[in-house]
């Protein structure tokens, strides 16, 4: 089969971590008899200085002709100058709003491997941790009225948090139908108990359950869920939720593997095309250096082959390949211990490469 990438490197150490997760593309198209086409674009400080703006029409349109997207990161101390609504990140929601990307799903997968590395006591991750945050994106919130207005009082300022039947029952489709593929169960949160937004929100939760008998739901008061999840965090296995509870919360389940360069994330649209990359940003302090990590990356490919390309076996793969690597004690400076010697960036995506292929 052949497969269309739009590759968008972006800045810092985005371009090394692309490099590497494309060398183990490859060994995996070379094992499993696939081809995948890569057509880079810009976006980012990179579009900037070259096209004068951070998301060119040109990429767009790449993006939209092609099956996936995959990214690498965006901004850095160059355009840190520049006012809000110019600056790189906002290629990031130019892409979440211009491709449909509704549905952010961030997996927080602590390998047994890292084990040291989680912050919570070690009871309560024995036997790993796999949890994954559904979050809506393109809603909520982040995008509601917002306006800043003179009152008797002085000024005052407002965001509202408004969402659709229709916003809400797609994100719940999307967090049943990963439920079904895993522990078949499912944590919704809100804050139904203060917001109307959440009672709606619920409402239609619970509404679409309807269709999946077989799922276990729940529902968790997100303040609740902030604490179970440093608490009793192998009690989750999916949680979907609104777009700024979603933000917090997917970085707090993430925290509790270790190192951001360890997690992949994936942002999809409806018909299983997504927009694929890695939740940390473009580190300028390593950018260059062969220091990076390229694993959350790359692991962000095996979310491409798993959501997109319907690929399971090749993903696994990826992840096993991944998995390999550290239990083979090989780590990158972020994630060695002190009296362990770092591979770099390369070293770490050639060895995955020889995992895959070995
Ligand atoms: P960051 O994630 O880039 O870096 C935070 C820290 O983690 C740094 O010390 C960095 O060296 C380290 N780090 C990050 N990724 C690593 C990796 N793969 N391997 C090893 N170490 C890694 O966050 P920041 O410093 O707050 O932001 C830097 C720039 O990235 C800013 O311009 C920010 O706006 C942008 N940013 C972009 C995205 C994105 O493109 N999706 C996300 C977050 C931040």
């Not at 979440?96 to 989680?118: H, I, K, S, T, V």
């Not at 619920?202 to 608490?231: G, I, T, W």
């Not at 999809?268 to 694993?295: C, K, Q, R, W």
Request: glycine share 10%; hydrophobic share 40%; proline share 4%.
């Amino acid at each position: 089969m052949k497969y269309n990438i739009a590759l968008i490197p972006g800045d810092g150490i985005g371009p090394e971590v692309i490099r590497e997760t494309c060398k183990v593309l490859d060994a995996i198209g070379e094992k499993y008899g696939h081809e995948f086409n890569y057509t880079e674009v810009l976006a980012g400080g990179c579009a900037i200085d070259e096209k004068g703006e951070c998301l060119p029409e040109e990429t767009v349109r790449i993006c939209k002709e092609s099956d996936a997207v995959l990214l690498g990161a965006v901004g850095g101390p160059a355009w840190d100058h520049l006012p809000g609504s110019e600056r790189p990140e906002m290629a990031l929601l130019g892409l979440r709003g211009q491709l449909g990307l509704f549905a952010n799903l961030r997996p927080a997968m602590l390998f047994d491997e890292l084990a040291d590395a989680c912050p919570l006591k070690p009871e309560l991750v024995s036997g790993g941790l796999d949890i994954v945050v559904v979050r809506e994106l393109t809603g909520g919130i982040y995008f509601g009225k917002k306006d800043i207005i003179e009152t008797e009082n002085g000024v005052a300022a407002y965001d509202v948090e408004q969402y659709s039947e229709m916003e809400v029952r797609r994100i719940a489709r999307v967090a049943f139908d990963m439920a079904m593929k895993r522990q078949k169960k499912l944590t919704s949160v809100d804050k139904a108990n203060v917001l109307e937004s959440s009672r709606l929100w619920r409402r239609v939760v619970e509404e679409v359950a309807a269709d999946y008998p077989e799922v276990e739901l729940n529902h968790f008061y997100v303040d609740n869920a902030a604490m179970q999840l440093v608490r009793q965090p192998k009690q989750f296995d999916v949680i979907v939720t609104s777009n700024i509870f979603g933000d917090i919360l997917s970085d707090e389940a993430s925290q509790v593997t270790g190192s951001i360069g360890m997690l992949p994330s994936a942002s999809l649209a409806t018909g299983n095309f997504g927009m694929y990359e890695p939740v940390h940003g473009s580190a300028p302090d390593i950018a260059g250096l062969d220091l990076a990590n390229p694993m959350a990356t790359i692991l962000s490919a095996a979310m491409m082959l798993r959501y997109t390309f319907g690929l399971l076996a090749e993903a696994d793969a990826i992840e096993n390949a991944v998995q390999k690597v550290l239990a083979d004690g090989y780590r990158t400076a972020d994630i060695a211990k002190e009296d362990e010697t770092p591979v770099g960036t390369k070293k770490c995506g050639d060895l995955i490469v020889a995992a895959v292929l070995g």
